[in-house]
């Protein structure tokens, strides 16, 4: 097809590496923001992945995001640290992050980490999943830019606010449950967006509070909460334990994670790793695969990531729409 355009992964890495540092991003940082967008598309989550690159050059170029931040961490408890993202990419920190919960957990059996001054943190079960390869359990909240109104309301105060939670199986990939809060991530409505595609009906509202099928409008306007009254309950929850919680902006005082404008959007995210085998006294592991199973033996049913593993099997190639891919060749 014409509109799409077939790349080798190392070929897409490349490519990502060199335009976050040609928009002045440091090395380090730009292999740590494309081994995330890279992941995203092996696991068939282009809203998370290289759809992502042409906003974050262009905001690193602005300085809206410090492309050669460092995270700094600063403990506060003995199984607790703060994360300073320093206005940077939100993926550096949260590396520090889980390299920091790994270590605490072993002696603590849960850890605490929450990042402020943040960014768009992609997809929300990569960063858990780390930890779950690791053999911990891991919890992550994140907070974005305003798109969920109050329930009743049409004006956006809440972000889509995506949540994820990873366990460790024995000889098989994690179990990973990620979701954004609204009934669609956002990164979808954007790809329609880019591919000038219409949107599901129920996905959004324009800005005058009608459902609406065209992707733009429903980027002007606000997302649907999943859930209905009981979604935008959780979805304040979420926005509490990222925000409030760890010191950063709520929604409706960060700016746009789509564009250049304005300051640092400055979000956060709360991140929690458990020691499952300690707390379970050495049977999270047999009461895992038991419930896997009372899953599992029903006709039709899947468990949650299965189709994001089902994409990895075909790993060594990554589609993407010709549009998009000339964009990212005059980025770099």
Not at 168 to 192: C, E, F, W, Y
Not at 305 to 315: E, M, V
Request: hydrophobic fraction near 45%.
């Amino acid at each position: 097809m014409n509109d799409v355009v077939t790349l080798p992964v190392d070929q897409c890495r490349s490519l990502s590496v060199a335009i976050l540092q040609h928009h002045n991003s440091s090395r380090g940082n730009a292999e740590c923001v494309t081994d995330a967008l890279i992941a995203a598309e092996i696991d068939g989550q282009s809203g998370h992945g290289l759809s992502r690159l042409p906003s974050y050059a262009a905001q690193a170029a602005a300085g809206k995001v410090n492309g050669h931040a460092v995270p700094v961490v600063h403990p506060v408890g003995a199984a607790a640290v703060r994360v300073d993202a320093a206005n940077g990419f939100a993926f550096p920190a949260l590396a520090k992050a889980i390299s920091e919960l790994d270590s605490l957990v072993t002696e603590t059996g849960i850890a605490v980490a929450a990042v402020h001054r943040s960014h768009h943190f992609g997809q929300a079960g990569y960063h858990v999943e780390q930890l779950a390869v690791r053999g911990r359990v891991g919890l992550i909240f994140g907070n974005s830019p305003k798109a969920i109104a109050p329930w009743g309301g049409h004006r956006g105060v809440f972000g889509t606010n995506p949540i994820a939670f990873a366990v460790p199986r024995t000889n098989q990939a994690p179990l990973v449950i990620d979701l954004s809060l609204s009934k669609i991530a956002r990164g979808k409505i954007m790809v329609a967006a880019q591919r000038g595609e219409p949107i599901d009906p129920g996905w959004a509202l324009d800005p005058t509070g009608r459902p609406t099928t065209d992707p733009q409008a429903a980027m002007a306007g606000t997302m649907l909460p999943m859930g209905d009254a009981k979604g935008a309950a959780l979805v304040m929850m979420v926005e509490i334990l990222a925000a409030a919680l760890t010191g950063a902006n709520f929604g409706f005082e960060a700016s746009s994670f789509f564009d250049a404008d304005g300051p640092p959007p400055g979000v956060g995210q709360l991140m929690i790793a458990m020691q499952g085998e300690a707390l379970s006294g050495g049977s999270l592991a047999n009461r895992l695969e038991t419930l896997i199973a009372a899953v599992l033996e029903q006709p039709g049913t899947r468990l949650p990531g299965s189709r994001r593993l089902a994409a990895r099997a075909d790993a060594e190639l990554i589609k993407i729409p010709r549009s998009l891919y000339e964009k990212l060749r005059s980025l770099a």
